[in-house]
């Protein structure tokens, strides 16, 4: 115990600031963009006839239920 501070209490973490650069936020940002597109198009677009995997309705079936929720109309 050596290491935490005379305040903290036993079994506790000290937490540390872990600084990001520009460069690597805007890496996180577009990643996070990136993702969330795909997932609004799996979604709320994907529905056969504008399905990039075909004339499937394989994922508008799969997320069906979902789609309901989040208010996206599908029929």
């Known amino acids: 115990m050596a290491n935490s501070?005379?305040?903290?209490?036993?079994?506790?973490?000290?937490?540390r600031r872990r600084s990001i650069s520009i460069a690597g936020g805007n890496q996180w940002l577009?990643?996070?963009?990136?993702v969330v597109a795909?997932?609004?198009?799996?979604?709320?677009?994907?529905?056969?006839?504008?399905?990039?995997f075909g004339k499937s309705m394989f994922?508008?079936?799969?997320?069906h239920d979902a789609r309901h929720f989040l208010g996206f109309p599908c029929h």
């Not at 609004?40 to 399905?51: H, K, P, Q, R, T």
């Open 59 to 63: 994922i508008h079936e799969f997320v």
């Open 5 to 15: 501070p005379s305040h903290a209490l036993p079994g506790a973490s000290v937490t």
């Open 38 to 52: 795909l997932l609004y198009y799996l979604i709320g677009v994907d529905e056969g006839a504008y399905s990039i």
């Open 30 to 34: 577009i990643g996070t963009v990136l």
